[in-house]
């Protein structure tokens, strides 16, 4: 089988002249509609599920990358943290968002990455997602990675053109359209936010026809991760999106679909704005020139205090291990003590405790323990929340075998 070309290749440079470009004429064309290019108070920025980059300190150092310095140095084993990072639980409470996020070119002149929009990658937390993955897999952290951004691109790609189009059609002048949308979807619980349903689907496919050659460890790693997302983000695992773009049709449309317009009228407007919940491939017959998808900056991004990184990891406990998963969930039972405490749990095999000494898990502690419990990172968290912290459903049902290697 032919190998398609990796994503990393395939990233388009950011041109700054390009970007500003665009930023300008959407400032221009919202003016005309009588809009303020500024970010309003009822609506909020959320370029990301993570309360953490929406609200990133003053203090901090933030450092930006072009979308093609991909972090080869990060990768290798030596330079990937001890500690348990936890992102794919954050991305199972939060969606694939905490990893990376799109910044709309409405919104050039706000943080994070004042001055730039785009598409942005969060360089620690894609990097310690990728060493994950190779845990999980037995596949190397390179190929993880590059699957992930396959998916992630895509999804955030998705976001990029239906802000685009909205665009285009708020150049004909008349009423704005993307911004009302936002502010109705920020009202919304996660389980309506359709978009986020379309742009996993599109990752996805994109994943399968690109990333074809990669281990189905991978895939299925990548398809549980959004299967296990909260709301509106697990429906992406549908290949059918017909009516999350219906809905989000819908949705777009709501500020140009007053009650007493004739039915008529309303489903010309639907109809044109269902037109834009499409992603063409490579390119969108449905967005001009200017607004093609090379037109979207891609970039790394990362943040960093005194203490390093601002971008706290979701620990998992010495003490949550042992008195919740272990004790509650996997109903284990004390066998005997020397350096280091051990249990046998539900499905006959024997655990080591965690180092005493340390707060926290460290990431190989992790990995051992839920792989002697047939779990991978994904699992335990949507284990961890669907019990509501080990609290609910336990012990477990059915009782799950060691995975290989465990």
């Given at each position: 089988?032919?190998?398609t070309?990796?994503?990393?290749?395939?990233?388009?440079?950011?041109?700054?002249?390009?970007?500003?470009q665009i930023?300008?004429?959407?400032?221009?064309?919202?003016?005309?509609?009588?809009?303020?290019?500024?970010?309003e108070?009822d609506?909020?920025?959320?370029?990301?599920?993570?309360?953490?980059?929406?609200?990133?300190?003053?203090?901090?150092?933030?450092?930006?990358?072009?979308?093609?310095?991909?972090?080869?140095?990060?990768?290798?084993?030596?330079?990937?943290?001890?500690?348990?990072d936890?992102?794919?639980?954050?991305?199972?409470?939060?969606?694939?968002?905490?990893?990376?996020?799109?910044?709309s070119?409405?919104?050039?002149r706000?943080?994070?990455?004042?001055?730039?929009?785009g598409?942005?990658?969060?360089?620690?937390?894609?990097?310690?997602?990728?060493a994950?993955?190779?845990?999980?897999?037995?596949?190397?952290?390179?190929?993880?990675?590059?699957?992930?951004?396959?998916?992630?691109?895509?999804h955030?790609?998705?976001?990029?053109k239906?802000?685009?189009?909205?665009?285009?059609?708020?150049s004909?002048?008349?009423n704005?359209?993307?911004r009302p949308?936002?502010?109705?979807?920020?009202?919304?619980?996660?389980?309506?936010?359709?978009?986020e349903?379309?742009?996993?689907?599109?990752?996805?496919?994109?994943?399968?026809?690109n990333?074809?050659?990669?281990?189905s460890?991978?895939?299925?790693?990548?398809?549980t991760?959004v299967a296990s997302s909260?709301?509106?983000y697990a429906s992406?695992?549908?290949?059918?999106?017909?009516?999350?773009?219906?809905?989000?049709?819908?949705?777009?449309?709501?500020?140009?679909?007053?009650?007493?317009?004739?039915?008529?009228?309303?489903?010309?407007?639907?109809?044109?704005?269902?037109?834009?919940?499409?992603?063409?491939?490579?390119?969108?017959?449905?967005?001009?020139r200017?607004?093609h998808f090379?037109?979207?900056p891609?970039?790394?991004?990362?943040?960093?205090?005194?203490?390093?990184?601002?971008?706290?990891?979701?620990?998992?406990?010495?003490?949550?291990?042992?008195?919740?998963f272990?004790?509650?969930?996997?109903?284990?039972?004390?066998?005997?003590?020397s350096d280091?405490k051990?249990?046998?749990?539900?499905?006959?095999?024997?655990v080591?405790?965690p180092?005493?000494?340390?707060?926290?898990?460290?990431?190989?502690?992790?990995?051992?323990?839920?792989?002697?419990?047939?779990?991978?990172?994904?699992?335990f968290?949507?284990a961890?929340?669907?019990?509501?912290?080990?609290?609910?459903?336990?012990?477990?049902?059915?009782?799950?075998?060691?995975?290989?290697?465990?």
């Open positions: 089988m032919l190998q070309t990796s994503i990393r290749h395939r990233l388009p440079t950011p041109s700054r002249e390009s970007s500003d930023a300008a004429a959407a400032a221009h064309i919202e003016d005309a509609n009588d809009r303020n290019s500024a970010i108070d609506e909020p920025l959320h370029t990301s599920t993570d309360p953490i980059v929406n609200n990133i300190p003053n203090n901090s150092n933030e450092s930006i990358w072009d979308g093609t310095d991909w972090p080869i140095d990060e990768l290798r084993p030596t330079s990937i943290s001890e500690a348990y936890g992102v794919a639980g954050r991305i199972i409470d939060g969606g694939l968002d905490c990893i990376a996020f799109y910044k070119f409405r919104h050039v706000s943080k994070p990455a004042r001055g730039r929009w598409i942005f990658f969060i360089r620690s937390r894609c990097v310690a997602l990728a994950d993955m190779a845990a999980d897999t037995m596949e190397t952290p390179e190929a993880c990675l590059d699957a992930l951004v396959e998916l992630v691109y895509t955030e790609l998705y976001h990029y239906l802000d685009a189009y909205c665009l285009q059609i708020e004909s002048g008349g704005p359209l993307y949308y936002r502010r109705l979807v920020n009202r919304l619980p996660m389980q309506q936010w359709n978009e349903s379309v742009a996993n689907a599109y990752g996805l496919a994109a994943l399968k026809r990333c074809g050659h990669l281990r460890s991978i895939h299925q790693f990548l398809e991760l909260p709301g509106a992406g695992i549908n290949k059918n999106q017909t009516p999350w773009k219906d809905a989000l049709a819908v949705q777009v449309s709501s500020s140009l679909l007053p009650p007493k317009q004739p039915n008529e009228v309303h489903s010309v407007i639907l109809s044109t704005i269902r037109a834009g919940t499409n992603l063409g491939s490579p390119t969108d017959p449905t967005l001009g200017m607004l090379n037109s979207c891609v970039y790394w991004i990362d943040w960093a205090g005194a203490n390093g990184s601002i971008l706290t990891p979701l620990t998992i406990s010495v003490r949550e291990m042992e008195r919740e272990i004790g509650r969930y996997l109903a284990g039972v004390p066998e005997h003590t280091h051990f249990y046998k749990i539900d499905n006959g095999t024997k080591k405790m180092n005493p000494h340390n707060a926290d898990v460290s990431n190989g502690e992790f990995k051992n323990i839920i792989g002697k419990a047939g779990m991978t990172g994904p699992a968290h949507l961890r929340r669907e019990t509501v912290g080990w609290k609910k459903n336990v012990p477990r049902t059915p009782i799950l075998m060691p995975r290989d290697g465990f």
